[in-house]
C-alpha cells in the first residue's frame, strides 16, 4: 500500500479522515518509492503532516523497522513528536492498535518502542552529528535540513550503512544557493509544479514573475493559470540522487492569495523567496545597483512644500528622520507617502550637517515637516534620537515613531509623547531594496535626486556565518543616510496601507 493509499484510509486529524482536496501535488510526493528523496518548500507547507504520515506508513507497514528522526535542535525534534507524530498515532484507531497495542504504553521521546517491533529513534543534530554515532537506522527522515550542521549528511545516511532498506527523505525552506539543502535539491530531480497557460500553450511555473493583482498569471500572457491544473515536470530527469519536490505558499489551497501578496509587500525580498515562494537567493540579490536606483527615478522635481504635492496626496504625507551624531554623520529627512498601488513616492530629501547645533537642527527638521503638512514622523530611536525624538516631538505635536533596529520585531509601544517601535534591521533594508529592484519606489527626478543615489548603492550584504544571517554594512568612507531615513518613512507608509487595508477588508471591501 503506497503512502498515499495508506494516508487517506488510516490518518485521522482531529478525528477526522485527513483531506488531500486541492492537493493534487501531493499524490506523487506521498507516492514517491525512490531511495532518497529531497522536498524543498516553503513554510507550513505541511511538511511536518507529510514525514508524521511517513513515520506511521513505514512504522505499520514494516513490521520491525527503525527510523531515524533528525532535526536542527532538541526542541524542534521533541515538539514534532509531541504535538504532531504522537497525537496522530493515537487518534487514527488502525494505526494507535498497531504502533501501540491493546494495552495503555507510555511512550518517550527520543527513543520510541512500538508495539509491532518497529523503533524511532529522535535526534538534533544543529552542530554536529555526534548523537547518532552509534545507531543504526533503515529509515532517515531530516527535517529543517538547511539548519543541519553543513557536511553532517554524510555521517547521518552512515546509520543507514548495514539496512537493506535504507531510505532517506529531507525537507526543509531554503536559504542561500550555497546552502546544502539547495545542493541536494539540484542532484535531485528537481519536480516543479508546472502550470499549463491555456492561450500560448507554455508551462507556468511559480515565481514573482507569476504572480498577478488578483491571481497566478503566465508572465508572458498576462493570463490567469490554474494551480489545480498543475502537474510535476523534472528539471532534472536523469538525476541519479533520487527524487525532488518544490512546493510553495501558492499550490497550497489553504492560503489566501492576498494575504501571500501581502507578504510580498511586508516581508524583505530574501524572507518572501524562501518562505513564502520556496525558492533560494543570493548575495547579491540584496544589493541595489546604481541602475536600479536610477530606474525608480521619475520626471517629476523635488518638491519643496506641501504646494508642489497634488492636493489628493497632501493628507498622506510621512516622514522618516536618520539622526546624526559625532563628526561625520548627517542628519536625513525624507518626506513621502505611499499610494494605493503600493508604490512608495518619495517627494523631498534633504540633508544637516553632522555639527549643526540640536535646536538649529530642530528648528529646520520641524519648519520642513511644517512645510509638507505631515501627518506621522518615524525617526531613528538611538543615539541622538533618544533625546531628540521627544524635543521634536513636543515642537510638531504629531505621532512620533522612535525606530530601534533590532534582531526581531515587536509592534509599536505608547511611550509618552512616542511610540517605540522595535524593527527586524536586516529585513527592513532587505525590503527597501526589493522595491527599488521592483520598481516600487519612486524617486525624484534625476537631476535633484543624483547626489543621493550612492547612498543607496553603496549597500553591501555580508552573511554572519555564526549567527547564520544576513548583515547590511557600507563603506565607512560612503554615508548611506538618506537610505535609513527612507527606510523609516517607508515603515510608516506600509503600516499606513496595511491598517487602511484592514479597515477596508472589515467593510467588504479588498484593498490593493
Known amino acids: 500500500m503506497t503512502r498515499f493509499e495508506f494516508a487517506k484510509k488510516f490518518i485521522r486529524l482531529k478525528k ?188 507556468v511555473t511559480i515565481t514573482e514573475r507569476a504572480l498577478g493583482t488578483e491571481g497566478l498569471i503566465c508572465p508572458d500572457c498576462q493570463l490567469a493559470v490554474d ?97 546624526g551624531g559625532g563628526a561625520a554623520a548627517r542628519t536625513a529627512l525624507t518626506i513621502g507617502y505611499m499610494r494605493p498601488d503600493n508604490v512608495f513616492e518619495v517627494c523631498h530629501l534633504a540633508r544637516f550637517a553632522a555639527n549643526e547645533e540640536p535646536d538649529y537642527l530642530l528648528n529646520q527638521v520641524a519648519q520642513r515637516c511644517r512645510q509638507f503638512g505631515v501627518r506621522f514622523v518615524a525617526a531613528d530611536g538611538g543615539g541622538a534620537g533618544f533625546h531628540l525624538n521627544r524635543l521634536l516631538a513636543n515642537r510638531l505635536e504629531l505621532p512620533l515613531y522612535a525606530i530601534i533596529y533590532t534582531a526581531g520585531e515587536s509592534p509599536p509601544r505608547q511611550n509618552g509623547a512616542l511610540w517605540d517601535w522595535s524593527v527586524h534591521r536586516t529585513a527592513s533594508i532587505g525590503n527597501l531594496f526589493a522595491r527599488i529592484k521592483l520598481g516600487r519606489i519612486s524617486f525624484p527626478r534625476m537631476e535633484d535626486f543624483g547626489s543621493y543615489l550612492n547612498e543607496f548603492a553603496c549597500e553591501v550584504a555580508e552573511y554572519d556565518d555564526h549567527n547564520r544571517t544576513i548583515k547590511y554594512t557600507h563603506p565607512e568612507t560612503q554615508p548611506d543616510d538618506a537610505l535609513h531615513s527612507t527606510n523609516y518613512a517607508l515603515l510608516m507608509g506600509v503600516r499606513s496601507l496595511s491598517s487602511a487595508s484592514a479597515q477596508r477588508h472589515e467593510i467588504g471591501e479588498t484593498y490593493m
Open 16 to 203: 477526522s479522515p485527513i483531506s488531500f482536496e486541492g492537493r493534487e501535488y501531493l499524490e506523487a510526493v506521498y507516492n514517491s518509492s525512490a531511495q532518497r528523496m529531497v522536498i524543498r518548500a516553503s513554510r507550513q507547507v505541511e511538511k511536518s503532516t507529510f514525514l508524521v504520515n511517513a513515520i506511521a506508513h513505514a512504522a505499520v507497514t514494516i513490521p520491525g523497522v527503525t527510523i531515524l528522526f533528525v532535526a536542527p535542535r532538541d526542541q524542534q525534534a521533541s515538539v514534532f513528536v509531541k504535538t504532531r507524530l504522537l497525537p496522530t498515532v493515537q487518534m487514527s484507531p488502525v494505526i494507535s492498535r498497531a504502533l501501540l497495542g491493546l494495552k495503555t504504553r507510555k511512550l518517550g521521546i527520543k527513543d520510541i518502542q512500538f508495539a509491532n517491533g518497529s523503533t524511532l529513534h529522535v535526534r538534533a543534530a544543529y552542530h554536529s552529528a555526534d548523537a547518532v554515532r552509534g545507531l543504526s537506522a533503515d529509515i532517515l527522515m531530516i527535517d529543517e535540513f538547511q539548519d543541519i550542521a553543513d557536511g553532517n549528511l554524510p555521517v547521518l545516511q552512515e546509520t543507514l550503512s548495514h539496512s537493506a532498506l535504507g531510505r532517506v527523505i529531507l525537507t526543509g525552506t531554503p536559504k542561500l544557493v550555497d546552502n546544502h539543502l539547495e545542493g541536494v535539491f539540484q542532484q535531485s530531480t528537481a519536480c516543479e509544479w508546472t502550470m499549463p497557460c491555456q492561450n500560448c500553450r507554455r508551462g
Open 227 to 323: 494551480p489545480r491544473q498543475g502537474r510535476w515536470i523534472a528539471r532534472h530527469p536523469d538525476a541519479a540522487w533520487g527524487s525532488g519536490y518544490w512546493i510553495c505558499h501558492p499550490m497550497v489551497p489553504c492560503f489566501y492569495y492576498h494575504d501571500i501578496l501581502q507578504k510580498q509587500r511586508t516581508y524583505d525580498s530574501v524572507k518572501f523567496k524562501n518562505e513564502c515562494l520556496g525558492l533560494s537567493t543570493t548575495l547579491g540579490e540584496h544589493v541595489v545597483t546604481r541602475e536600479e536606483v536610477e530606474a525608480c527615478c521619475s520626471q517629476r522635481p523635488m518638491a519643496l512644500s506641501g504646494e508642489d504635492i497634488l492636493p489628493q496626496w497632501r493628507g498622506r504625507l510621512l516622514a522618516g528622520i536618520d539622526w
